[in-house]
């Protein structure tokens, strides 16, 4: 897999500004996402259903962060001498740390029932839709594999 020439850093070596600012709304989301904030309530199917699908996103999420393992980056823009992982669970999903996020914070809002956190969900969902299309536009310029295994695999879940 060949990687092209990729602007990987400004001038100063530094993550790029809007690298910097996506990850910072990012970490902003997830964390106002555990504040105990009484909005509305839901009841969406069976209550404890929910912790075990959240569980599952964090797995989802732990074993995407060791298969990246050196190759792991906050930032959308991919690493110097960065790799093309398309094995384990990146076979399921482009951004399969994205989707267990995503998992765990749907699942645990209906498991508490928690419409506050149901709307930060959608909100990160969003954000992570533009992240990945900006994301993507970058790794279609690093590898030249990139639009192949874009055609065959799902952003967040596997195509059928």
């Known amino acids: 897999m060949r990687i092209k020439n990729a602007n990987f850093e ?3 070596g530094m993550p790029k500004i809007k690298d910097v600012v996506l990850v910072s709304i990012q970490f902003f989301l997830m ?3 555990f504040l105990n904030i009484e909005w509305f309530s839901i009841i969406f199917i069976e209550h404890y259903i ?4 959240g569980i599952v996103g964090v797995a989802i999420s732990g074993i995407a962060l060791l298969q990246l393992n050196v190759y792991l980056s906050p930032f959308p823009t991919p690493k110097a001498n960065s790799k093309l992982i398309t094995t384990g669970v990146f076979k399921l999903s482009r951004h399969p740390i994205y989707t267990g ?3 765990f914070m749907f699942s645990f809002s209906f498991w508490l029932g928690d419409g506050y956190k149901l709307c930060i969900s959608l909100v ?3 954000l992570f839709i533009y ?3 900006y994301e993507e536009s ?3 310029n690093t590898f030249d594999d990139y639009k192949i295994y874009k055609s065959k695999i799902g952003r967040f879940f596997p195509k059928f």
């Open 10 to 12: 400004n001038k100063n």
């Open 31 to 33: 964390l106002v996402f």
């Open 50 to 53: 929910w912790f075990y699908i």
């Open 101 to 103: 996020i995503l998992i």
């Open 124 to 126: 990160i969902s969003a």
């Open 131 to 133: 992240k990945t299309n």
């Open 138 to 140: 970058l790794l279609e």
